[in-house]
């Protein structure tokens, strides 16, 4: 019973996220934030696309809890078939990403495997060959690639993820190129030429260049240019001004919006977040994400529902989490 009530709460809490202005009942000025193994604000996006940011965990928590390696599995199911969920184990995952980390906690090798029709069809393994420095880059390769992918499969399967290479860095910004397209990646760091003229002048980015304010661990805006001045496929990024707790963050992609907002416990550990979709202030759809824990408050399991505007149920997306540790000589 009493699991059912914190069930029903959490998902109260969830589904009210995003539509009344505030995360939940906590006041996140006063929350304490404790570090996750995740850092919510990288993880779960857009960032994991760019690898050579390594910044989706926290390095001090991999390192204080001696974890040697993540395992990400991905499945999904049909909403009449939730009793598959607790069965995971017997399931072939649609994903898998593996990470492996050293001594300090930072990432060394990552391999993606992917899966067909319950079978696997290949694998991408990439390799960290330097660490990651203050901004968060680190020089990447790729040290093995196995896909043997068909056009037709191609078409329900996603290959994001990019390599940068540094090519300037100054007081004022950083720039990155895509090795495969030769787009520009900018942080601008200092605040004050975050305006469109300053950005414009310093950076001059073309339609196809993506502009980041802020760095890859604490960005605030996202966006590409169109017309020098005007902003295009915005994404901003919301953190409390007191406790810099991430609250939100909002994409515009026209003609779509989609805010994602996150909830806490009275701890500080993030336990869910919520997607709404709206088009023209309409809304749309949701995807109520709920992140469950062990007793280390380590995510071991991130199920995503996603929701229509009559509360339907559609397809179940769930993420499952392992760990692997160091050996220690305690």
Not at 22 to 28: F, I, M, P, Q, V
Not at 56 to 66: G, K, P, Q
Not at 139 to 159: G, P, Q, R
Not at 215 to 244: M, R
Request: hydrophobic share 30%.
């Amino acid at each position: 019973m009493r699991k059912l009530f914190f069930f029903i709460a959490l998902s109260l809490n969830l589904l009210t996220a995003c539509t009344d202005g505030s995360n939940n009942a906590l006041d996140l000025d006063k929350v304490n934030v404790h570090q996750s193994v995740l850092r919510m604000n990288s993880f779960g996006t857009e960032a994991e696309q760019f690898i050579s940011f390594p910044v989706w965990f926290n390095d001090s928590v991999i390192r204080a809890n001696n974890i040697s390696k993540i395992t990400r599995d991905f499945y999904s199911f049909d909403p009449a078939d939730t009793s598959e969920i607790a069965l995971l184990n017997s399931e072939v995952p649609r994903e898998k990403r593996e990470y492996w980390f050293d001594k300090l906690g930072q990432l060394k090798d990552l391999k993606v495997t992917y899966f067909y029709d319950d079978q696997e069809i290949g694998s991408v393994q990439y390799t960290y060959v330097s660490s990651k420095d203050k901004h968060g880059f680190a020089k990447v390769v790729i040290l093995s690639d196995t896909n043997s992918v068909t056009d037709f499969e191609e078409k329900d399967m996603d290959f994001p993820f990019k390599i940068h290479e540094k090519e300037k860095e100054t007081s004022k910004y950083l720039a990155y190129r895509d090795q495969q397209t030769g787009d520009y990646l900018f942080y601008m760091l200092d605040k004050k030429y975050w305006g469109a003229l300053s950005v414009d002048s310093i950076l001059k980015p073309t339609r196809k260049d993506i502009v980041v304010l802020g760095t890859s661990y604490f960005p605030t805006k996202k966006y590409q240019v169109s017309n020098k001045v005007n902003e295009k496929d915005v994404t901003l990024y919301a953190y409390n001004s007191k406790s810099h707790v991430l609250e939100s963050i909002h994409k515009q992609d026209y003609p779509f919006e989609n805010k994602r907002c996150f909830v806490y416990d009275k701890n500080g550990y993030c336990t869910g977040y919520i997607d709404s979709t709206f088009t023209d202030k309409v809304f749309l759809t949701r995807i109520v994400s709920e992140v469950k824990t062990d007793k280390k408050m380590k995510p071991i399991k991130i199920v995503h529902t996603k929701e229509n505007q009559n509360n339907e149920t559609g397809r179940i997306a769930v993420e499952r989490i392992s760990y692997e540790y160091k050996k220690t000589n305690n």
